[in-house]
Protein backbone atom coordinates (compact mmCIF):
# COMPACT_ATOMS: atom_id res chain seq x y z
CA UNK A 1 0.00 0.00 0.00
CA UNK A 2 1.18 3.48 -0.88
CA UNK A 3 1.75 5.77 1.71
CA UNK A 4 -0.09 9.13 1.80
CA UNK A 5 0.77 12.15 3.48
CA UNK A 6 -2.34 14.00 5.14
CA UNK A 7 -2.36 16.93 6.41
CA UNK A 8 -4.63 18.25 9.19
CA UNK A 9 -6.65 20.28 7.04
CA UNK A 10 -6.84 17.13 4.92
CA UNK A 11 -5.62 15.50 1.48
CA UNK A 12 -2.73 17.30 0.96
CA UNK A 13 -3.04 18.77 -2.55
CA UNK A 14 0.79 19.79 -3.18
CA UNK A 15 1.81 16.43 -2.05
CA UNK A 16 -0.39 14.70 -4.45
CA UNK A 17 1.09 16.79 -7.20
CA UNK A 18 4.38 16.49 -6.59
CA UNK A 19 4.00 12.34 -6.73
CA UNK A 20 1.51 12.19 -9.72
CA UNK A 21 4.39 14.23 -11.05
CA UNK A 22 7.04 12.41 -10.56
CA UNK A 23 5.01 8.92 -10.32
CA UNK A 24 2.89 9.74 -13.28
CA UNK A 25 -0.75 8.47 -13.37
CA UNK A 26 -3.40 5.83 -15.27
CA UNK A 27 -5.19 7.61 -17.71
CA UNK A 28 -6.56 8.16 -21.27
CA UNK A 29 -5.26 11.57 -22.15
CA UNK A 30 -5.69 12.04 -25.93
CA UNK A 31 -3.71 15.52 -25.55
CA UNK A 32 -0.29 14.11 -24.75
CA UNK A 33 3.36 15.12 -26.22
CA UNK A 34 6.01 12.60 -26.58
CA UNK A 35 9.72 13.48 -26.66
CA UNK A 36 11.19 16.73 -27.82
CA UNK A 37 12.76 19.34 -26.91
CA UNK A 38 12.60 18.26 -22.97
CA UNK A 39 11.81 18.13 -19.69
CA UNK A 40 8.36 16.25 -19.89
CA UNK A 41 7.05 13.01 -21.83
CA UNK A 42 3.26 13.61 -20.38
CA UNK A 43 -0.34 13.59 -20.90
CA UNK A 44 -2.06 16.54 -20.56
CA UNK A 45 -5.09 17.28 -17.92
CA UNK A 46 -6.57 19.73 -15.13
CA UNK A 47 -5.23 19.17 -11.76
CA UNK A 48 -8.03 20.45 -9.67
CA UNK A 49 -8.84 23.20 -12.66
CA UNK A 50 -4.96 23.52 -13.22
CA UNK A 51 -3.50 22.99 -16.15
CA UNK A 52 -0.56 19.97 -15.55
CA UNK A 53 1.29 17.84 -17.82
CA UNK A 54 1.82 14.43 -16.17
CA UNK A 55 3.49 10.90 -16.80
CA UNK A 56 0.95 8.37 -18.37
CA UNK A 57 2.28 5.30 -16.15
CA UNK A 58 0.51 2.40 -16.56
CA UNK A 59 2.34 0.91 -13.55
CA UNK A 60 0.86 4.11 -11.31
CA UNK A 61 -0.63 3.23 -7.98
CA UNK A 62 -2.94 6.62 -8.89
CA UNK A 63 -5.49 6.44 -12.07
CA UNK A 64 -8.66 8.71 -12.39
CA UNK A 65 -12.31 7.55 -12.43
CA UNK A 66 -15.08 9.61 -12.99
CA UNK A 67 -12.88 12.93 -12.75
CA UNK A 68 -11.55 11.99 -9.33
CA UNK A 69 -7.81 11.43 -8.80
CA UNK A 70 -7.54 7.90 -6.92
CA UNK A 71 -5.09 5.87 -5.09
CA UNK A 72 -4.95 1.99 -4.56
CA UNK A 73 -9.16 2.29 -5.05
CA UNK A 74 -9.10 5.06 -2.87
CA UNK A 75 -10.82 8.61 -3.63
CA UNK A 76 -8.43 11.69 -2.52
CA UNK A 77 -10.82 14.38 -3.07
CA UNK A 78 -9.14 15.71 -5.90
CA UNK A 79 -10.44 16.34 -9.70
CA UNK A 80 -8.56 15.15 -12.70
CA UNK A 81 -9.97 16.16 -16.01
CA UNK A 82 -8.36 14.99 -19.34
CA UNK A 83 -8.14 17.85 -21.57
CA UNK A 84 -10.18 16.77 -25.01
CA UNK A 85 -8.37 16.63 -28.48
CA UNK A 86 -8.18 19.66 -30.42
CA UNK A 87 -10.54 20.23 -33.17
CA UNK A 88 -7.64 22.02 -35.08
CA UNK A 89 -5.58 18.90 -34.96
CA UNK A 90 -8.00 17.44 -37.86
CA UNK A 91 -6.67 20.73 -40.84
CA UNK A 92 -3.57 20.05 -42.70
CA UNK A 93 -2.32 23.23 -44.35
CA UNK A 94 -2.70 24.12 -48.13
CA UNK A 95 1.03 22.04 -48.96
CA UNK A 96 -0.45 18.81 -47.01
CA UNK A 97 1.21 19.30 -43.88
CA UNK A 98 -0.77 18.42 -40.61
CA UNK A 99 -1.36 20.97 -38.33
CA UNK A 100 -0.30 18.46 -35.27
CA UNK A 101 2.92 18.47 -37.20
CA UNK A 102 3.12 22.51 -36.90
CA UNK A 103 2.16 23.25 -33.11
CA UNK A 104 0.87 20.82 -30.77
CA UNK A 105 -1.47 21.68 -27.62
CA UNK A 106 0.08 22.06 -24.48
CA UNK A 107 -2.50 22.04 -21.35
CA UNK A 108 -5.62 23.37 -22.08
CA UNK A 109 -5.50 26.70 -23.99
CA UNK A 110 -1.89 27.03 -24.96
CA UNK A 111 -0.44 26.22 -28.11
CA UNK A 112 3.31 25.33 -28.29
CA UNK A 113 6.28 25.02 -30.93
CA UNK A 114 9.78 24.57 -31.90
CA UNK A 115 10.17 26.76 -34.97
CA UNK A 116 13.52 24.73 -35.97
CA UNK A 117 13.27 21.16 -35.24
CA UNK A 118 16.91 20.96 -34.91
CA UNK A 119 19.89 21.85 -33.07
CA UNK A 120 23.85 22.82 -33.71
CA UNK A 121 24.69 21.10 -30.18
CA UNK A 122 22.25 17.84 -31.44
CA UNK A 123 26.02 15.80 -31.65
CA UNK A 124 25.91 13.92 -28.35
CA UNK A 125 29.13 15.17 -27.07
CA UNK A 126 27.25 18.99 -26.70
CA UNK A 127 23.63 17.40 -26.38
CA UNK A 128 21.66 18.00 -23.29
CA UNK A 129 21.30 15.11 -21.86
CA UNK A 130 17.37 15.63 -21.55
CA UNK A 131 16.86 16.59 -24.84
CA UNK A 132 15.50 14.85 -27.70
CA UNK A 133 14.26 17.36 -30.17
CA UNK A 134 15.41 16.15 -33.35
CA UNK A 135 14.15 12.53 -32.27
CA UNK A 136 10.71 14.05 -32.75
CA UNK A 137 11.63 14.55 -36.45
CA UNK A 138 12.71 11.43 -37.08
CA UNK A 139 9.53 10.08 -36.22
CA UNK A 140 7.99 11.85 -38.32
CA UNK A 141 6.02 13.92 -35.89
CA UNK A 142 6.73 17.52 -37.28
CA UNK A 143 8.77 18.87 -39.65
CA UNK A 144 11.96 20.68 -39.93
CA UNK A 145 11.06 23.94 -40.27
CA UNK A 146 7.88 25.82 -39.25
CA UNK A 147 7.34 28.84 -41.80
CA UNK A 148 5.55 32.22 -40.37
CA UNK A 149 2.71 31.82 -42.59
CA UNK A 150 2.43 28.24 -41.48
CA UNK A 151 2.62 29.08 -38.42
CA UNK A 152 0.02 31.67 -38.13
CA UNK A 153 -2.24 29.88 -40.22
CA UNK A 154 -2.02 27.26 -37.56
CA UNK A 155 -2.48 29.76 -34.87
CA UNK A 156 -5.58 31.27 -36.00
CA UNK A 157 -7.40 27.98 -36.31
CA UNK A 158 -6.14 27.03 -32.66
CA UNK A 159 -7.75 30.25 -31.39
CA UNK A 160 -10.55 30.41 -33.35
CA UNK A 161 -11.73 26.49 -32.86
CA UNK A 162 -10.43 25.32 -29.56
CA UNK A 163 -10.14 28.70 -27.65
CA UNK A 164 -6.13 28.84 -27.59
CA UNK A 165 -5.00 31.77 -25.29
CA UNK A 166 -1.65 31.72 -25.43
CA UNK A 167 1.53 30.50 -27.91
CA UNK A 168 4.72 29.26 -26.93
CA UNK A 169 7.71 29.28 -29.42
CA UNK A 170 10.97 27.73 -28.87
CA UNK A 171 13.71 27.06 -31.28
CA UNK A 172 16.90 24.47 -31.76
CA UNK A 173 20.01 26.67 -31.38
CA UNK A 174 21.44 27.98 -34.61
CA UNK A 175 25.06 28.46 -35.54
CA UNK A 176 24.32 32.62 -36.17
CA UNK A 177 24.91 35.00 -33.48
CA UNK A 178 20.93 35.22 -32.82
CA UNK A 179 21.02 31.49 -32.09
CA UNK A 180 17.89 31.01 -33.57
CA UNK A 181 16.10 34.32 -32.52
CA UNK A 182 15.80 35.82 -35.91
CA UNK A 183 13.34 33.37 -37.05
CA UNK A 184 11.19 33.57 -34.03
CA UNK A 185 10.61 37.28 -34.66
CA UNK A 186 9.93 36.57 -38.03
CA UNK A 187 7.13 33.83 -36.84
CA UNK A 188 5.98 36.25 -33.94
CA UNK A 189 5.15 39.05 -36.07
CA UNK A 190 3.17 37.01 -38.67
CA UNK A 191 1.16 35.04 -35.85
CA UNK A 192 0.37 38.75 -34.59
CA UNK A 193 -0.82 39.97 -37.74
CA UNK A 194 -3.48 37.17 -37.83
CA UNK A 195 -3.80 36.52 -34.48
CA UNK A 196 -2.98 40.27 -32.78
CA UNK A 197 -4.97 39.12 -29.20
CA UNK A 198 -2.71 35.95 -28.94
CA UNK A 199 -0.11 36.34 -25.93
CA UNK A 200 3.37 35.05 -27.13
CA UNK A 201 6.24 33.49 -25.01
CA UNK A 202 9.85 33.45 -27.16
CA UNK A 203 12.46 30.84 -25.80
CA UNK A 204 16.09 30.90 -26.68
CA UNK A 205 19.52 31.09 -25.32
CA UNK A 206 21.06 34.09 -24.66
CA UNK A 207 21.92 35.79 -27.52
CA UNK A 208 25.24 37.58 -28.57
CA UNK A 209 23.72 40.56 -29.23
CA UNK A 210 21.64 41.26 -26.70
CA UNK A 211 19.51 44.24 -29.37
CA UNK A 212 18.11 40.95 -30.13
CA UNK A 213 15.93 40.56 -27.01
CA UNK A 214 14.35 44.20 -28.13
CA UNK A 215 13.44 42.80 -31.77
CA UNK A 216 11.60 39.86 -30.60
CA UNK A 217 9.88 42.46 -28.05
CA UNK A 218 8.94 44.47 -31.03
CA UNK A 219 7.57 41.78 -32.95
CA UNK A 220 4.71 40.73 -30.70
CA UNK A 221 6.42 38.58 -28.01
CA UNK A 222 5.17 39.73 -24.61
CA UNK A 223 7.19 37.20 -22.43
CA UNK A 224 10.31 35.23 -22.47
CA UNK A 225 12.17 32.04 -21.47
CA UNK A 226 16.04 32.05 -21.43
CA UNK A 227 16.10 28.48 -20.03
CA UNK A 228 19.56 27.74 -18.08
CA UNK A 229 18.41 24.32 -16.14
CA UNK A 230 20.70 24.83 -13.37
CA UNK A 231 23.08 27.21 -12.42
CA UNK A 232 26.19 25.01 -11.16
CA UNK A 233 28.62 25.10 -13.35
CA UNK A 234 29.41 21.06 -12.59
CA UNK A 235 26.07 19.82 -13.47
CA UNK A 236 25.99 22.09 -16.49
CA UNK A 237 29.12 20.73 -18.02
CA UNK A 238 27.70 17.13 -16.95
CA UNK A 239 24.04 17.42 -18.13
CA UNK A 240 24.05 20.62 -20.21
CA UNK A 241 27.65 20.36 -22.13
CA UNK A 242 26.83 22.58 -25.24
CA UNK A 243 25.28 24.89 -23.14
CA UNK A 244 27.98 25.21 -20.45
CA UNK A 245 30.32 26.82 -22.68
CA UNK A 246 28.10 30.09 -22.13
CA UNK A 247 29.41 31.78 -19.14
CA UNK A 248 26.57 31.79 -16.33
CA UNK A 249 27.34 35.55 -16.80
CA UNK A 250 25.99 35.71 -20.44
CA UNK A 251 22.71 34.92 -18.67
CA UNK A 252 22.90 36.75 -16.11
CA UNK A 253 23.27 39.53 -18.97
CA UNK A 254 20.60 38.40 -20.86
CA UNK A 255 18.50 38.20 -18.17
CA UNK A 256 18.97 41.71 -16.98
CA UNK A 257 18.45 42.92 -20.40
CA UNK A 258 14.70 40.97 -20.71
CA UNK A 259 13.60 42.61 -17.84
CA UNK A 260 14.61 45.69 -18.71
CA UNK A 261 12.58 45.08 -22.19
CA UNK A 262 10.06 42.71 -21.17
CA UNK A 263 9.58 43.90 -17.72
CA UNK A 264 9.36 42.71 -14.30
CA UNK A 265 8.06 39.13 -14.42
CA UNK A 266 7.53 38.44 -17.66
CA UNK A 267 11.51 36.32 -17.93
CA UNK A 268 11.59 33.17 -16.73
CA UNK A 269 13.93 29.97 -17.04
CA UNK A 270 14.27 26.27 -15.98
CA UNK A 271 15.70 24.82 -13.01
CA UNK A 272 15.34 21.48 -13.54
CA UNK A 273 15.21 19.50 -10.32
CA UNK A 274 16.73 15.54 -10.26
CA UNK A 275 20.76 16.71 -12.37
CA UNK A 276 22.83 15.81 -8.94
CA UNK A 277 22.76 19.57 -8.04
CA UNK A 278 22.71 20.28 -4.42
CA UNK A 279 18.75 21.38 -3.16
CA UNK A 280 20.14 24.12 -0.95
CA UNK A 281 21.96 25.67 -4.06
CA UNK A 282 19.47 25.43 -6.37
CA UNK A 283 16.89 26.91 -4.01
CA UNK A 284 19.61 29.68 -3.28
CA UNK A 285 20.07 30.04 -7.39
CA UNK A 286 15.84 30.84 -7.46
CA UNK A 287 16.20 33.16 -5.12
CA UNK A 288 18.91 35.24 -7.06
CA UNK A 289 16.54 34.93 -10.64
CA UNK A 290 13.91 36.13 -8.37
CA UNK A 291 16.01 39.20 -6.91
CA UNK A 292 16.56 39.94 -10.70
CA UNK A 293 12.69 39.84 -11.47
CA UNK A 294 12.87 36.45 -13.32
CA UNK A 295 10.35 33.33 -12.64
CA UNK A 296 12.42 30.15 -11.89
CA UNK A 297 10.45 27.80 -13.29
CA UNK A 298 10.88 24.64 -11.52
CA UNK A 299 10.09 21.59 -12.31
CA UNK A 300 11.42 18.09 -11.95
CA UNK A 301 13.58 15.77 -14.27
CA UNK A 302 11.47 13.32 -15.63
CA UNK A 303 13.19 10.11 -18.31
CA UNK A 304 12.13 10.55 -21.52
CA UNK A 305 12.61 7.91 -23.85
CA UNK A 306 15.23 8.82 -26.72
CA UNK A 307 17.42 10.53 -24.28
CA UNK A 308 20.99 10.03 -23.37
CA UNK A 309 19.91 10.30 -19.49
CA UNK A 310 17.66 7.92 -20.63
CA UNK A 311 19.32 5.80 -23.20
CA UNK A 312 22.76 5.90 -22.10
CA UNK A 313 22.95 7.50 -18.49
CA UNK A 314 19.66 5.37 -16.59
CA UNK A 315 19.15 8.48 -14.87
CA UNK A 316 15.68 8.61 -12.85
CA UNK A 317 13.41 11.01 -11.01
CA UNK A 318 14.26 12.89 -7.94
CA UNK A 319 12.75 11.72 -4.85
CA UNK A 320 9.32 12.79 -3.70
CA UNK A 321 10.86 14.22 -0.83
CA UNK A 322 13.29 16.66 -1.90
CA UNK A 323 10.62 17.51 -5.04
CA UNK A 324 8.23 18.76 -2.45
CA UNK A 325 10.74 20.56 -0.08
CA UNK A 326 12.60 22.44 -2.99
CA UNK A 327 9.05 23.38 -4.51
CA UNK A 328 7.82 24.15 -0.90
CA UNK A 329 10.73 26.72 -0.36
CA UNK A 330 11.32 28.35 -4.11
CA UNK A 331 7.38 28.79 -4.01
CA UNK A 332 7.60 30.70 -0.48
CA UNK A 333 10.08 33.07 -2.42
CA UNK A 334 7.93 33.75 -5.20
CA UNK A 335 5.01 34.31 -2.96
CA UNK A 336 6.67 36.80 -0.99
CA UNK A 337 8.18 38.63 -3.83
CA UNK A 338 4.29 38.95 -5.01
CA UNK A 339 5.84 36.66 -8.06
CA UNK A 340 2.98 34.42 -9.68
CA UNK A 341 3.06 32.37 -12.81
CA UNK A 342 -0.29 33.47 -13.77
CA UNK A 343 0.62 36.78 -14.44
CA UNK A 344 3.24 36.15 -16.94
CA UNK A 345 1.66 37.39 -20.78
CA UNK A 346 2.40 33.71 -22.17
CA UNK A 347 4.68 30.89 -21.98
CA UNK A 348 5.59 28.03 -19.29
CA UNK A 349 4.83 29.84 -16.08
CA UNK A 350 1.85 31.35 -16.94
CA UNK A 351 0.79 27.61 -18.32
CA UNK A 352 2.42 25.81 -14.91
CA UNK A 353 1.24 22.46 -16.40
CA UNK A 354 5.01 21.07 -15.85
CA UNK A 355 5.82 22.47 -12.39
CA UNK A 356 4.15 22.05 -9.13
CA UNK A 357 4.57 25.43 -8.56
CA UNK A 358 1.15 26.60 -9.97
CA UNK A 359 -0.55 24.40 -7.35
CA UNK A 360 1.03 26.41 -4.60
CA UNK A 361 -0.32 29.83 -5.97
CA UNK A 362 3.05 30.65 -7.16
Not at 113 to 139: G, K, P, W
Not at 174 to 180: L, N, V
Not at 240 to 252: I, M
Not at 335 to 358: E, F, I, R
Amino acid sequence: MTVVTITNNGTDRVGHRVAVSLLGVRVAAPVHREGGAGPSDDGHVLFEGLQAALPVNATSPYTVSGGKLMLDGADLGLSVDPVARPRFYDLVTADGVRYEEVARLHGAKVLATTVVQTCMRYDEAERCRFCSIEESLRAGNTIAVKTPAMLAEVAEAAVRLDGVEQMVMTTGTSKGRDRGATHLARCVRAIKERVPELGIQVQCEPPADLRTITDLYEAGARSIGIHVESMDDDVRRRWTPGKARVPLDEYRAAWREAVRVFGWNQVSTYLIVGMGEDPDELVASAGELVEMGVYPFVVPFRPIRGTLAVDVDGATTPSRDVMHDVTRRVSALLLAAGMHGADQAAGCAACGACSVLSTTGA
